[in-house]
């Protein structure tokens, strides 16, 4: 089992920061993918960006050179969001996907409850 938990939403101007924190908890001792998706009302959720095991970073193309991605192997992952903007506003889940639990390796995805960021003047 895999727990997402995440923090650190709000509201910000535009222009301005924030950090998101998802805390990984249960009896997984693995994880693949850890990253994070958003979904704005009326638009399909989609993927923001992410951190494998391996250490390597996909960052969707309207996030890229703005947002940064950080994982603590399982245990946690982070986004910096800086330059935010309205079209930013979202909710934000944090994902997690491919888990070794019990040790046996499970592709199934795992999602937290979701933080909600609002990018207002």
């Known amino acids: 089992q895999v727990r997402l938990v995440e923090s650190g939403g709000g509201l910000v101007q535009p222009g301005g920061s924030l950090r998101l924190s998802c805390n990984v908890s249960g009896s997984a001792t693995a994880i693949n993918n850890l990253g994070w998706y958003r979904q704005a009302p009326g638009k399909q959720r989609e993927l923001v960006a992410l951190?494998?095991?391996?250490?390597?970073t996909y960052y969707a193309d309207f996030v890229k050179g703005r947002f940064i991605v950080a994982r603590d192997n399982a245990a946690a992952v982070s986004l910096q969001m800086n330059s935010l903007k309205f079209e930013d506003t979202a909710v934000y889940y944090c994902?997690?996907?491919?888990?070794?639990?019990?040790?046996?390796?499970?592709?199934?995805?795992?999602w937290g409850q979701g933080t909600q960021v609002t990018v207002s003047s």
């Open positions: 951190a494998s095991r391996g250490g390597g």
């Open positions: 994902h997690a996907n491919g888990a070794t639990i019990g040790g046996v390796w499970s592709a199934q995805a795992y």
